[in-house]
């Protein structure tokens, strides 16, 4: 009875609290079996079995079970619990060989030695039930460690989880800041663009206006000159003049009609210089958008001309005839207009640089009514280098320029796009085939 | 008619003479000319304020045409003398004061004068 609740305790305490995983084999299914079947079939063979050679197989069963204890805490006593156990059952273990042997060997010494064999056998029973209790309490304290280990493990677990997400909150919030600077940074350098921009606007319309007054004179001249050389020619034709000097009046007409058309031409251009540099007013009014674009389209072409002797290009304007006048603010148009043009005939000359034969560089503005979308659509297309996807997404940036240091501002487009969509609620888009053509679309609503 | 043509380029003058010397042959135009405010003002002295035309630049060293305008509206309350103003391109700001003090008509830099002469024969 005993040998049960000793062989049914430890393996018990063994399966629980024991990794018994490391030598030899996996002991968990031995032990198992050893608790659940053999232990508890040993204690009904001691029951039901009491005499002679059946006795002994019973005997010999516990002598197996407690053997096999003491091998695995043997095995595992670097692991404080098996070591007390060894040390509380070694002893009981060591009695019960040497009395199985006596008993079994030496019937005749057992029988005459019994009393004092079973007084001497509760001797490691004592010390059995004396180390037992302290290894329960080293259980306990086994289990409060590992509770108390659990806790930290898992109150650190809250912990680092918590420091991640404030880490990442920070971290955010960091990035935030960051695009907010690099924003007011952007906002700042816009702002002294524009000031640039607003100061050389001036500018260009003191010098318009001061360019203005002398080809008044130019045209008014030529102009008046041509009715006196008339005038005079109505006075000769009376007498009978030299032949040369009937032709050289009639040079004479000819030359001033040509300093007419050009001096026009010039204030033509000087004009549309100062409707450019006009503060926009910012009020909508209604704009003859196939006007314009010939008007804008004509101002790019001869500002760059004035530019770069070399450039040239052919352009037309191919209007719609059914446009509908649209409600826009026509300075702030012109602009866009203005840009587009520019930045067009920019490609068609850079691409004429590269001599291909037969290129004719070209530069078209094309308008389309669009009634049922109550909407107007200007292109701007131009047959030049074109754009590569991987630019396409930055052209409308501010600051973004593909133009050389100091031929271009990077503001052009960022600009354009900020007049037509938030300007005038409308779109501007683009599209390109790389190395062959490009067209800017505007699409804006009629009012 | 009497044209008092007040701008401060002194070849308006040829271009007047030169442009109206068939009206001023036959006696229809009579033009003088100053080149600046001030000397508009003490010609305007010898003259019938209400048988002469003023044509008067508005951007002029000294005293603007804006203010020879106001200053002719003071001293002549009652029938003042015409004033047409001669306003560069886009000028809508002077323009507009011009309106407000009472300028009879305008002309836009540069001069159609076929318009000018039809406005002068009114």
Known sequence: MLNFFICLFSLSVIRKNLDTTRYFWNNTDVLKVLQLFVVPGLLAADVLLKEGSVQFIGDAGWFIVLSYIIYILYQERDQLLAGSLLKAGLPYYIFYVVIFIIQYALPSLYKTHEDTISLINTLPIVWLFAFGLSAKNQINNLRREKEQKEKVIHENEALEHLVRERTNEILQQKNQLEETLEELKQTQNQLIQQEKLASLGELTAGIAHEIQNPLNFVNNFSEVSTELLDELRQELSATSIPENSADIIEDLVQNLSKISYHGKRASGIVKNMLEHSRASTGERQLVDVNALAEEYIKLSFHGLRAKDKSFNSDFKVVPDPSLPAIEAIPQDLGRVLLNLCNNAFYAVNKKAAENIPGYKPLVSITTENLPREEAVKITVSDNGGGISEELKNKIFQPFFTTKPTGQGTGLGLSLSYDIVTKGHGGELMVESVEGKSTVFSIILPVR | ?122
């Not at chain 2, 401060?8 to 009579?30: N, V």
Request: hydrophobic share 40%.
């Open chain 2, 1 to 122: 008619m009497k044209i008092l043509v007040v701008d401060d380029e002194t070849d308006i003058k040829d271009l007047f003479l030169q442009k109206f010397r068939k009206e001023i042959r036959g006696g229809a135009m009579e033009f003088n000319f100053a080149t600046t405010g001030e000397e508009a003002l003490t010609l305007l002295k010898g003259y019938d304020p209400e048988s002469v035309l003023i044509l008067s630049d508005i951007n002029m060293p000294g005293m603007t045409g804006i203010e020879l305008l106001r200053k002719i509206r003071e001293k002549h309350p009652v029938s003042p003398p015409e004033v047409m103003m001669i306003t560069a391109y886009g000028d809508d700001a002077n323009r507009s004061a011009a309106m407000s003090l009472g300028a009879n008509d305008f002309l836009t830099k540069p001069l159609d004068f076929n318009e000018l002469k039809t406005k002068l024969l009114k």
